[in-house]
């Protein structure tokens, strides 16, 4: 039988996104080489359109659509950063989208996903919230729903993202990547199992929402949590195609970090290597920095997911200053 998710769909996936998608820079930072005793290159996403890999998959899934079923419009449920990027996707391919969004999101996500033209809608902020509404969305308009990460083409797009780090950074020893839903993570390990099979995949995960590394250890997916992390695109859970291809492809490692060392982390990369990047993407930082993993001497690849920050509260701040 063959697997949801195979390198021919990558590939294709390659080559369908080309025309949108931005080939993201490796940035390098002597600072943190120093500070993790390693030789650590950054897969800056942050500059990816609508500023996260998200673009990647969004983009391959709504290209992979006749016509016909394009018209139909999308739909999908996203704290934001997929939000944004099925936004985009959308209007490129001259369709309409609408997201579902938790009331609770970054409200830059959600100003910035009606800037690309989309419809939103608030639900409640729990997975089961939703499902309910875009069943109900779905139902209604005929619209097809893009899951964030629970979809092959999703996955397979967010697999392009290493596909580029390995072609521009030979010799890895590790790459890092973030895990919430787990599209990114999964794509990540099966390009790295093609193209580098030595190359250890380690998942990255806030503790405060650490149902992947419970449901790989268990070997039972963990959906009835609260997540409890500034993360916010790391807060839903793991999918049931991620955690099939985690466990089929055999995922090295997931390491958890604190709130504490995500804060830290983030400042690090905003202070020394004059990076943006938000909560989700320091959550692959902060391991290297906080001694979590044995890399020393080694060369290490990171998936900086992305850099959607609400700078509001910033400036806010400022304006008041005397």
């Known amino acids: 039988m063959r697997d949801a998710v195979a390198w021919s769909d990558i590939e294709a996936a390659q ?9 993201t820079p490796i940035h390098t930072s002597r600072l943190l080489d120093a500070a993790c005793g390693a030789s650590v290159f950054l897969k800056c996403e942050n500059f990816q359109r609508t500023g996260s890999f998200k673009f990647r998959g969004a983009t391959n899934a709504v290209a992979a659509l006749d016509a016909g079923t394009r018209s139909r419009g999308v739909i999908a449920d996203s704290s934001g950063n997929h939000a944004q990027a099925l936004a985009l996707a959308a209007c490129l391919h001259q369709t309409h989208a609408t997201l579902v969004i938790p009331e609770n999101a970054n409200p830059a996500k959600v100003e910035a996903t009606r800037g690309y033209g989309a419809h939103v809608v608030f639900c409640l902020p729990t997975h089961q919230g939703r499902r309910d509404a875009v069943e109900c969305l779905v139902r209604e308009t005929g619209a097809v ?81 609260v997540p409890r992390t500034m993360a916010d695109g790391l807060r839903t859970p793991l999918g049931e195609l991620a955690f099939d291809i985690l466990r089929k492809a055999h995922l090295d490692d997931i ?31 902060a391991p290297l920095l906080f001694g979590k993993l044995n890399i020393a001497g080694q ?24």
């Open 15 to 23: 080559r369908r996104i080309v025309p949108f998608a931005h080939r």
């Open 145 to 225: 729903y893009v899951s964030p990460h629970d979809d092959p083409l999703v996955i397979a797009g967010q697999g392009t993202a290493a596909c580029e780090l390995l072609d521009d950074v030979p010799d890895l020893d590790m790459i890092l990547a973030p895990v919430g839903g787990g599209g990114l993570l999964s794509g990540t390990l099966l390009a790295t199992r093609h193209m580098a099979p030595k190359v250890r995949v380690v998942g990255c995960e806030p503790a405060g929402a650490d149902d992947a590394a419970r449901s790989l250890r268990t070997g039972e997916r963990i959906t009835n949590f």
């Open 255 to 285: 390491v958890l970090v604190n709130e504490d060392e995500i804060l830290t982390a983030m400042r690090f990369i905003w202070e020394r290597a004059k990076l943006v990047i938000e909560p989700s993407a320091a959550v692959a930082l």
């Open 299 to 322: 060369r290490v690849g990171v998936i900086v997911s992305g850099g959607n920050v609400d700078l509001e509260p910033l400036f806010t701040t400022l304006k008041g200053a005397p």
